[in-house]
């Protein structure tokens, strides 16, 4: 038995080290991927359900790696974090999303993804304002996208920053709602513009009426608070005529388009009002 103790354990070893061998060398490819621009950016539309038309687009970052393939950001954004490079990932997709936007129909908005470590290692009001300048694009047609995650890892310094950039023009959005464990509290202690409910909240909506009343809740909740009210996720034609009965003011989601290239959003803007 003692034996096999052993060998068990150093078949875990052998396996771990294999896994932080993987994971160095992907933070390896990561480090040359900033160098060597192999990221791209998506953009997958908001669609207004009152005026029946795509208001904006959120930026989501690709990373194409020439051996690898297509890897996620949900792979490799959080290694980013932890190796501190998605700092100057950031500050990329915030130029490259803005100088995008610039070239977009006045009305139409940006959303950028922010990290927690954005707030906490950099100076993200000025990456903003560089992003902006550089590319002439108004403050007000930029929504920054943060989690809560975002808020609990820097309470104390979160609050002056996002005062900052809402003094600038920019819209603040808080993403994922309804996946962490403060989302409500939340509400109430920062200036959000706009609430994300999370796709999880949208799958069953149509099938089960509990799901059905608890989405009808929080779209109830952001309306009191002023706030837009996005639901993402939304897959089916029975998903956005329920969310439009219920006067949800925003969709995103596969059913009005994946995520698509720069070079693809003219063709989304000029797609017919769905039903
Ligand atoms: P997120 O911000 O919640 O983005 C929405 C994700 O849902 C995207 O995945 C999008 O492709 C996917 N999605 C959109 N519509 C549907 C739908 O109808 N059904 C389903 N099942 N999924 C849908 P993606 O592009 O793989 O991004 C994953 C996450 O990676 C994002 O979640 C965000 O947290 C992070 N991310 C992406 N781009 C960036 C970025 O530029 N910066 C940072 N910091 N994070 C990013
Ligand atoms: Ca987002
Ligand atoms: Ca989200
Ligand atoms: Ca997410």
Not at 20 to 43: C, G, I, K, S
Not at 195 to 203: E, T
């Amino acid at each position: 038995a003692k034996a096999d103790g052993r060998r068990h354990e150093r078949f875990f070893t052998v396996e771990m080290d294999e896994k932080m061998q993987a994971r160095h060398a992907l933070e390896a490819d990561l480090r040359a991927a900033v160098q060597n621009e192999e990221f791209e950016l998506h953009y997958q539309p908001l669609y207004d359900l009152a005026q029946h038309r795509i208001c904006g687009f959120e930026a989501l970052i690709r990373w194409n790696h020439p051996v690898r393939g297509r890897v996620s950001p949900m792979e490799f954004i959080p290694l980013a974090e932890e190796v501190g490079l998605v700092v100057d990932i950031g500050r990329w997709v915030l130029r490259q999303a803005c100088n995008d936007a610039a070239q977009w129909p006045e009305d139409i908005k940006i959303a950028v993804n922010v990290s927690a470590i954005q707030f906490s290692s950099s100076d993200l009001p000025k990456d903003v304002g560089e992003a902006l300048a550089g590319a002439e694009l108004s403050p007000s047609r930029l929504e920054l996208e943060i989690t809560e995650s975002v808020l609990m890892e820097n309470r104390d310094e979160a609050l002056p920053i996002l005062h900052a950039l809402k003094e600038r023009g920019i819209r603040i959005s808080m993403d994922d709602f309804g996946t962490g464990y403060s989302s409500l509290s939340y509400l109430s202690s920062f200036p959000f513009d706009k609430i994300k409910i999370d796709k999880s909240f949208v799958n069953d909506i149509v099938a089960n009426k509990e799901a059905h009343a608890i989405m009808r809740a929080i779209i109830l909740l952001g309306d009191a608070l002023g706030m837009r009210v996005t639901v993402e996720g939304v897959e089916t034609a029975e998903q956005m005529a329920l969310l439009e009965r219920e006067a949800c003011g925003e969709i995103q989601g596969y059913y009005i388009s994946p995520p698509k290239p720069f070079g693809d959003v003219a063709l989304m803007l000029c797609m017919p009002p769905k039903k």
